[in-house]
C-alpha cells in the first residue's frame, strides 16, 4: 500500500440504515453534551458552581406548584403552534408566520371581546371570539400561500414579513383602544365582568390549554399519517412533479394546509386571549412562531416527538430565565441556551445520516 | 413640505446597516448558502464592537487613541461575526444540516447574544455608569470630513457621513466586480449554481462556502457595528436593531443578486423605514404605527413583483440551500 | 503493445458503498494511443471504476499508477493533474454561464479573467479536433449534443492525455455519434488515450481497440477488438448466452384509441415544444417514439395524460363503441379513470411517478388513496398490491416497508411499471422504461409491454435505443423539434432514415 499515506484521514459516507435505539442514544448524548456546555458558560458568567446551575433551572420549571403549571401551559402554547406548523413544513412550505398568525388569532378574539361585550350572551361572545380568531389566522396565513401555490412566491420571507404587519397592525389597534387613555397599553380586559373569559376548570386557568394542547397532539398525529389530506400533504412535500402525476392538486393542497396552520394559530390566539392571558399586547406570542418551527423540524414533524422537543425547550427558556432573575440578569440568557441546544441537536443528525471512516494504519491493512 | 435634504441623509443612515447585511448575505447565497442567521450575526457583530470599544473606554478613560479606538471594534466586530460564520458553515457545510434551521437557531441565539450582553455587560464588568454609551467612540467612527458642513446641501447629502457608510458603498462595488469580472467570483458562482460540477472542475467547493459565508457573515456584522457606533450614537439598547437582519435578506431577493443594485435598493428600504417620522399625522400616533408597518409591506410586494418575473439569469442560485456531498448519487 | 508500460493502470480496485460492493479487485491497463471499450450492463460498476480515477469516489482498496508511477486521486484536482478527464454521463455544465465560462471554470492559471482569449484557445482545440461551439453561447440554450461538445473541450482545455467518456451516445442521433466518433480518432491519431463505458456493442466493434469487460463489479477478460464477435462479447457480459432478439407478436384487431389532432403546446416560459402533431395509437399494439431527448416527448405523453395543457388541437379516446370523448382540459384524475395510465421515466428516476421517501407499500396507495369513503386512507390493499409486484416482478427489496430510494435503479423502475399495469389500463404511456436496466431486467419490462399490448391495450413507448425501438415497436413516430417528422412501419424502417428524420423533420440530407 504505497498510497495509504495521502488517503484522506476521515472519509465520510451515507449510512443506509440505523437502528432506533442508536438513532436516540446519538440524540440523547447530543443533548447532554449541549447541556454540559450550557452549564459551562453559565458558570462562566455567574461564577456559581455547575451543579447549581441545573438545580435553578429545575426549581425555575418546578419549584413549585404554580411553577408547575405555568410550565404547563408554556408548554402547552408552544406545542399548539408547533402543531399547527408542522403540516405546512410537511409540505416543504417553509411557514416562519407562525407569530404573525397566533397574533392575529389574539387580535381577532380581543377585537370582539373589546367591541362586542355585553351585546350577546357570555357564550356566544365566546363562539364569535373563537371564529374571529380562526378567521383572523387563516387570513395571515392565506395570503402568503395564495402567492406561493399561484407564483411560487418565496414563502420564507413572506411570512415573516406578514408577522411584522401582524405587529404593526396590533400596535395601532393597541394605542386605538389603549385602557386607561394615556397608558399607550390594553390592559386586562373585561377583568371584572370576565366576559369572554373561558371558565377554569377546577379553579386553575391554566388546565384547559393543556387539555387542549393534548387533544390537538392527537389529532394531529391522526391527521397527518392516518388521513388522505395527510397523505396528500406528504407527496407534495416530497415530490411535487409527483404529486401533479397522480392527480394531487398542488395549489389547493397548498393553500388547504396553510389554512389549518393558520387555523390552529388562531386557536392558539384564542386560547391565549380567552383562557390565559386576557389582554393583547405586540409580544403576546413571543416568538413562539419561531420556537415552534424548530420544535417541529427536530421532531421531524411527530406530534408525539414535539411534546419532547418543546419541553426540551421550555424547560430551557424557563431554567434561563430563573437564573437571570436570581442574578440579575436580563431574559435573554435563555435565548443564548435555547441557541446552544439547537446546534447540538441540529449538528447530531450528521451521526444518524452519515458514518465516518478513519483511515486505519498500515499495519492493520496488511493484517 | 417634504424636506429632500433632510430626508435623503436619514435614508442613507438607515440604508447602511441594510446594505452590510445585503452585501454580506448576497456573497454567502452566491456560494449556496442561504443564511437565515443573518439577523442574528448582525446583533453580534453589534454587541462585539460595543464589548470592544466598552472596555477600552473603560481601560483607557480620558486618554483614548483615535486609532485604536476605531480598530478595537471594528475588530471585535469582524471576530464575533466570523465565530458565528464558522458555527454556521461547520453546521451547513460540514455537518450538512438544514439551512432554514440552522440559520432561525443562529438568529435566536445570536439575537440572545447581543440583547444578553447589551443588558448585563455593565454588570459583568463591575463598571459604575449607568448605560451603555459610547460617545466617545461614536465621535470618532462618525466623524466627517471637516469641511462637509459648509457645502450646503450637497454636502448634506453626499458627505456627511462617517466612514463606514463609504466602507460599505466601496464593499458592494468591490463585491459586484468580483463576482462578475475575475476568476473566483466565477468559481464561487459555479459552486452556488452546481457545487457537483464545480467540484469537477477542481475547485474546493468546502472551502468555497466556508469562505463565502464567514467573510459574508463578516460584512453583515459590520452593518450591526454601523448601526450601533453611527447611527445610534453609540448607546445600545435591546431589540432596537429590531429586523433589519430581515429586511437585508428580503433585499438579497429584491436585487436579483447584485451588489450593485443594492446599493440603491437598500438606501430606498432606508427612506421606507423613516417615512413615517415625514408623513404628517398630527396628533393622531395610531396612524404612524401604522406607517411603520410600510417597509414589510413593500418587501411583500417586492417578494411577488420577484416572482413574476422568470428571466434566467436573475434566479437565485440554483443550489441555495442545498447541502452538498460528492458522494450522493 | 504488451512490452509498453500502461499509462494508466488500475490494481485491484475496491470499492464497496455500505453492504454493496461496486467494484471488488478489478484491474485495467490502458496504452498511449488507443480507444479502449469498457463494457458491462448498468449496474456492472463501470461508472464507479472511472469515478475513481477521476476523483469522484475514493477506492477502499488497490492501487492506481500512472505512467507506471502509483498515484493517489483524492479530488477531481488530482486526476486534472495527472491529465485524466472525465465526460460524466449527466454533464457537468453550469447552466447560466457561457461554453467558455464553463470551460476554463475552476482552472488556476495565472493572471485575471480573461475570457476573450480563452474563447480564442477554444476555437483553436476547435479546429484541431472538428469540433463546432460558439464560446459564448449559454449552456441553457444548446442542445445535448452541443452540451457535450463543451464537455470534450473542457477536458482538452485542461491538457488532458487520458479522457473518460461514460456512455456518450446515450443522447445522440447515429449521425451525432458518428461525428463524435470522428473526433475520437483525431484524438487517438493525436496520441490521446480515450476510455469510452458503454454497453453497445455495436459502439465498441466501430470505435475500440481493445475492450475490458466488467460483470457485477468483477473484472471479467480483456480482448483485442480485432479477434471479438458480438456474440462472445454479450456473454462474457451477461454471464451467461443470451438470446439477442425482442418478440414482436402481430397486433390482435387493432382499434384507434387514442387520437391526437393538431396539438400544439407550448411550456409555461412560452417555448414551443410540440406543433401541430397528429396520430393515433392503437389497441393492441404498440407505437414507438423516437428523437432526441427533449424535443416534446415528455409534453406529448404529458397532455394525453392531461398534466399538461395545450394551446390549440384535441386529443380523444375513443371507447370500444367508436364514441369520441375530448381529453384535453379534463382533469388528471379523470383521464386515468379512464384507464389511461401514464409511466414516465426521467433522468433522475424518482422525479416524477414514486415518492423516494416512502416505502413501497405508500408508493401503491399513490394510485388508490382516495378510494373509499371516509377521510382515512386504506393501507391494506395498496399493502398487498406492493407485495404481488415484489413477488411477480422479481423486485430485489428487504420488504414492502423499505423506502424506494434505497432499491436499484431496475427495482425502482420495476416498481413503478408494475403499480402502473397493475391498474389494468387501457391505455399504457410509457418513457424510459429501461433506462438504466441491465438486459435480463430490461427483457423482462419488454415482456410486460408485450403481454399488455396481447391484452388489447394501446401502448405508447417513448424510448432512447433505436434498435430496441426497431424491434419492439408496430409502428414508430419520430418527434423532431415538437413536431411528427414521420411515421413508420416497425418492420420495415431503417435506423439511418430513424436517425435522419430525428434530426432533420421529414428526414432527407443531413449537414
Redesign the interface.
Known sequence: ???TA???LV??????NIAWYRAWIVRIIAVILALILCGIITTF?VHINPIEVYKTMISGNFGTARKVWFMGQDLATLLIISLALAPAFRMRF?N?GGDGQALMGCFGASAVMILCSGSMPNWLLLIVMFAAAIFCGMLWAFVPAF?KAR????E???T???N??AT??I??????WENPKGS?KIGIINQRTQLGWLPDIGGNKYILIIIVAVVLAVAMFIYMR????G??I??VG??E??A????IKVRKVIIRTMLLSGAICGLAGFMMVASTNHTLTTTLVG?RG??G??VA??AKFNPFFMIITSFILVFLGRGASEISTMF???D?????L???I??FI??C??FL??ELHFRKSAKKEVA | MFDIVAFIPRAVIQGIPLLYGCVGETITEKSGNLN?GTPGIMYVGGICGVIGSFVYEQKAGDHMIGFLAIAIPILCCLIGSLLMGL?YC??TV?????Q???G?????????????FG??LI??SGADVPSIALSKTHAYISATLPFAKNLGWFGKIFLSYGFLAYAAIAMAIIAAITLKKTRVGLNLRAVGESPATADAAGINVIRYKYVATCLGAMIAGLGGLYYVMDFASGVWS?DAFG?RG?LA??LV?FTIWRPNIAIFASILFGGLCILHMFIPSGTN???K??Y??IP??V??IV??F???RNKRENQPPASLGLSY?R??R | MENKTPILKLKDITKR???IIANEKVCLDVYEGEILALLGENGSGKTTLMNMISGIY?PDEG??MVKGQ???I?KPEDAFNLGIGMIHQHFKLVDVLTATENIILGLKEKGGLDLKKAAERIKEICDTYGFEIDPNQKIYNMSVSQKQTVEIVKVLYRGADILILDEPTAVLTPQEAEKLFNVLRNMKKDGKSVIIITHKLNEVMEISDRVTILRKGHYICDMETKSASVQALTDAMVGHAVELNIDRPEPVDPKPRIQVDHLTVRSQDGVLKLKDVSFTANSGEILGIAGIAGNGQKELLEAI???QPAESGDIYFIEEDGSREELLGM???KI?GMGVS?S?V?EDR?????????NLA?NM???S??KGRG???DRKAPYDLAEHVVEELEVNTPSVFTPVR?LSGGNVQKVLVGREIASAPTVLLTAYAVRGLDINSSYMIYDLINKQKKRGVAVVYVGEDLDVLLELCDRILVLCDGQVSGILDGKTAQKNEVGLMMTKVGGGEAE
Do not use: C
Open positions: 500500500m504505497t498510497n495521502k488517503t484522506p472519509h465520510i459516507t451515507r449510512r443506509k458568567v417553509w416562519l402567492f407564483w411560487n412566491t418565496n420564507t420571507l413572506f415573516l414579513m406578514m411584522y404587519l404593526q397592525l400596535a395601532f389597534f393597541v394605542v386605538v399607550s392516518y388521513s388522505k389530506h397523505y396528500e406528504a407527496v416530497e415530490s412533479p409527483t401533479r402525476y397522480v392527480g416568538g419561531f420556537t418551527v424548530m423540524w427536530l440579575g440578569f436580563n435573554s440568557f435563555g435565548s443564548i435555547t441557541g446552544i439547537l446546534f441540529i449538528g443528525e450528521f445520516n452519515y | 437565515l458555527i461547520f453546521l460540514t455537518l450538512r444540516a438544514n432554514n434551521v440552522t432561525l437557531a443562529m438568529t435566536t441565539f445570536g439575537v440572545g447574544i447581543g440583547n444578553f443588558g448585563s454588570k459583568l435591546n429586523d430581515w435578506i428580503a431577493i400616533l395610531a396612524v404605527e401604522l411603520k408597518g414589510y409591506l418587501t411583500i417578494l411577488i420577484t416572482s413574476l456531498f458522494e450522493d | 458503498f455500505g453492504d475514493f492501487e492506481i502509483p498515484v493517489s483524492a395524460a392531461g398534466l382533469d388528471p384524475l386515468a401514464l414516465f426521467p424518482l422525479g416524477m411517478g414514486l415518492v423516494g421517501n416512502m405508500e396507495m399513490l394510485r388513496f382516495r377521510v382515512f386512507t434505497k
